[in-house]
């Protein structure tokens, strides 16, 4: 690599951080709002009523600020927030008044909703004020709960997390003309710093009928609503210290009965006991175990046609992964991350195309701050070999700190390491043999409030094998104001760079991708903005020179009822270095690939529709039709979604695609086809059934799953799922079986 290159590269970094301690570039101009809370001795009992004193001694914050659709008034609807605590919880009342009469939009009863078109209010606290982490706590009318965990600041909509789960109350009550909230947050649930005398705190609340979404303090609308940059401080009159106690115990037992038709294995039943315990090392900084655990009740990947040559994403949802997982796996691009939980205890089925359980059989986990300027995690787990997949049995060990640099720029480290020890010897060898180890540093940077965001990164894997260009190195640069969002990323991932517990679709490229987006804001009834976009992205590498770009221009247009319109004009290039058949066909199929060492360059158009999510029946519509490798490609891909309010939502996913390639290629028909059914009889038991027909696996997949929270955080599970084979062309063999598994699981949560 030039040295002009390596230098420039090491110049810019320098510059970012010592920018980050630029009071002008690390901090906002204006102080931040704030209030005052008061400890309560009266007890507060959370039936949705706020005839408590406490109530009337505690501050009112009512004068929130509207962020959709607009962000230059004050809130249409009158909102009364007032807060106050004891030795165990924090409190959280709110008085929403209405303008409208009618029913709320509740989309389901089930915890954790989410979505643009429903009602609720929420509190976000960010107990370090390192404008980076934060706890996110909701409740809809129907008192139904939501929580999650914050990173990043909240600078997109996927940096809050729902898939958290913690034990917290809240109760609501609908009144004539407004409801009334209570919500008692346990300070156990919470990390912060013993005797803190402040914490930053949002308040928002969404109120449909009046498609309005209002929040304390004020928040432009070019940012997430959350976002934790524009955020109140909350002062308190007498700091709260951390608990004395605070270990949880997370106990379960489960009974499991399978059965592998396609190998024609006898049945497997299988009876565990294992658990989780949560240990509050201090106030800040937690331990998490976990023996021989179970996540058999987590709900099913949606699976997705892939049409790529390279592995689709699939997000972490098991528990255990979830608190600070930004601290562990947000490093790098993503494309290339050195970190990606679900390589731990996750094999994928060849038959099937679903993901499967390979059994943990331990696991520690440290995670947390130390103060309001460092951050630590430290994980380790082994997981049980998979002969049926030649998987061996395998220790993962992963060590991260973060340092906070200014207003909320930091530096990262990290430290993987995926190693199978020695078999014939019960000395301990840190070398070991089959070890994969990757070594990184990140910085991350924020200025002028969040306008300006960017990071640099460089990662190097170690393993036995010398192996050339074992490195990957990133930056990037994002702008976003109020009209105008300009981003610029550029990567390299190194031909020998292959991380073995990371997610990289592809190794051995270079690629930089411009991407932007001007928002015009029309006086209109209709429109709250529009604009066109453009987004590019360029790959080359240094033994087959030029091979991929994708050039997309377009138009989007947001409307004041929710919906939104997109189209776009997309150009493609590509360079086959492997042999690939782009339907994707079963490998029984023997299609004939395009051949390596040829190039395509083709162009699509795409259209892109979502209804107003508030209403009962919405939906969304994606058309893309144009050229294809040396073909063309004609695709559908829509959702419906009817809404029994609040007692279910029946949906329906479809995604169709007709390729037609020239002869000796193989054209076809690749269909998709998700049917939902979610019911919520009542805010603790729980009904899903999920099918999905998936003609790439020729395969059929049912999963259903019964989930009674007889407790907060405690659960009775009962999950089956069925695997079954079709294909249209072979009808004599559609519904022979090919996996069935149920599943009964009880899980409770108890504190020490």
């Not at 898939?163 to 947050?185: L, M, P």
């Not at 290039?573 to 060492?597: G, I, K, Q």
């Not at 309010?645 to 002869?663: A, C, H, R, T, W």
């Amino acid at each position: 690599m030039p040295y002009y290159y390596n230098m420039s590269r090491f110049y810019l970094l320098c510059f970012l951080i010592l920018f980050s301690f630029h009071p002008a570039f690390s901090k906002g101009t204006d102080p931040r709002p704030s209030f005052v809370i008061y400890k309560t001795t009266e007890k507060i009992t959370l039936d949705g009523v706020l005839d408590e004193a406490a109530w009337e001694k505690a501050e009112l914050m009512d004068k929130l600020m509207q962020q959709f659709p607009y962000d230059t008034s004050v809130s249409r609807l009158r909102t009364e927030f007032r807060l106050t605590y004891d030795d165990e919880f924090l409190y959280v009342s709110a008085i929403a008044y209405d303008n409208n009469p009618g029913e709320y939009v509740i989309s389901s009863l089930r915890r954790d909703f989410r979505g643009p078109g429903l009602d609720g209010l929420a509190i976000i606290v960010d107990p370090f004020q390192d404008l980076t982490n934060g706890f996110f706590f909701g409740l809809s009318p129907a008192g139904v709960q939501r929580e999650g965990l914050i990173s990043n600041g909240y600078l997109r909509g996927d940096d809050l997390d729902l898939s958290w789960d913690n034990k917290w109350y809240g109760e609501a009550k609908i009144e004539q003309g407004r409801w009334t909230a209570e919500i008692a947050i346990p300070f156990k649930t919470l990390r912060f710093k013993s005797g803190a005398k402040k914490w930053n705190v949002k308040l928002y609340r969404q109120d449909s009928k009046e498609n309005e979404r209002a929040v304390w303090p004020w928040t432009p609308r070019n940012f997430e609503l959350g976002n934790l940059n524009y955020a109140g401080e909350m002062i308190w009159d007498v700091p709260p210290v951390s608990p004395k106690a605070n270990i949880s115990l997370i106990p379960y037992i489960a009974t499991k009965g399978s059965k592998d038709f396609i190998n024609e294995t006898p049945t497997s039943r299988d009876f565990q006991v294992g658990g989780d315990a949560k240990i509050a090392v201090t106030s800040s900084l937690n331990l998490d175990l976990t023996i021989n655990p179970d996540f058999s009740q987590v709900e099913v990947d949606q699976q997705v046609t892939n049409l790529d040559r390279f592995e689709i994403f699939f997000p972490e949802r098991r528990q255990f992964f979830l608190e600070n997982a930004d601290l562990f796996s947000s490093y790098g691009h993503p494309f290339g991350r050195p970190f990606f939980t679900r390589r731990i205890g996750v094999a994928r089925d060849p038959n099937t195309g679903s993901n499967v359980q390979n059994r943990i059989n331990f696991g520690a986990r440290l995670s947390g701050n130390l103060n309001k300027f460092y951050r630590v995690g430290f994980l380790h787990m082994q997981t049980e070999a998979v002969s049926e997949i030649n998987v061996p049995k395998y220790d993962y060990t992963v060590a991260t700190a973060q340092r906070r640099i200014g207003s909320n720029s930091n530096i990262r480290a990290i430290f993987v390491n995926r190693q199978r020890f020695s078999t014939d010897s019960s000395d301990f060898r840190f070398e070991g043999y089959d070890y994969n180890r990757v070594l990184g540093l990140d910085y991350n940077y924020s200025f002028l409030n969040n306008k300006l965001t960017g990071t640099t990164f460089y990662h190097r894997q170690f393993t036995p094998t010398k192996v050339d260009a074992p490195f990957s190195y990133g930056s990037s640069i994002v702008y976003n104001s109020r009209q105008l969002s300009l981003s610029w990323w550029q990567q390299i991932f190194g031909s020998g760079y292959a991380p073995a517990v990371g997610y990289l679709p592809r190794t051995g490229y270079k690629r930089f991708s411009p991407s932007g987006e001007l928002r015009l804001f029309p006086n209109s009834n209709l429109i709250i903005n529009h604009g066109p976009t453009f987004d590019l992205a360029y790959i080359w590498d240094d033994v087959y020179g030029y091979t991929d770009n994708e050039q997309t221009v377009g138009y989007s247009v947001n409307f004041q009822n929710n919906a939104t319109l997109s189209a776009n004009l997309k150009k493609t290039y590509v360079y086959l270095f492997n042999e690939f058949d782009p339907t994707r066909s079963p490998s029984e199929d023997m299609a004939v690939p395009l051949p390596d060492s040829t190039n395509y360059r083709y162009s699509n158009a795409q259209l892109s529709f979502r209804s107003d999510p508030r209403k009962l029946f919405n939906y969304e519509i994606n058309l893309a039709s144009g050229n294809y490798f040396n073909g063309t490609r004609t695709g559908i891909q829509g959702k419906i979604n009817y809404r029994i309010q609040p007692y279910g939502v029946f949906s329906l996913d479809m995604n169709y695609n007709k390729i037609e390639l020239p002869s000796p290629y193989q054209s076809a028909d690749i269909y998709l086809v998700s049917p939902r059914v979610d019911l919520t009889l009542s805010r603790t038991v729980f009904f899903t059934t999920f099918f999905q027909y998936n003609s790439q696996f020729n395969n059929v997949n049912i999963n259903s799953r019964f989930q009674w929270r007889f407790k907060p955080v405690s659960d009775l599970f009962i999950v089956y799922t069925d695997n079954y084979y079709y294909a249209f062309d072979t009808p004599q063999q559609n519904f022979n079986p090919k996996s069935r598994s149920i599943v009964i699981k009880l899980t409770y949560w108890l504190n020490m």
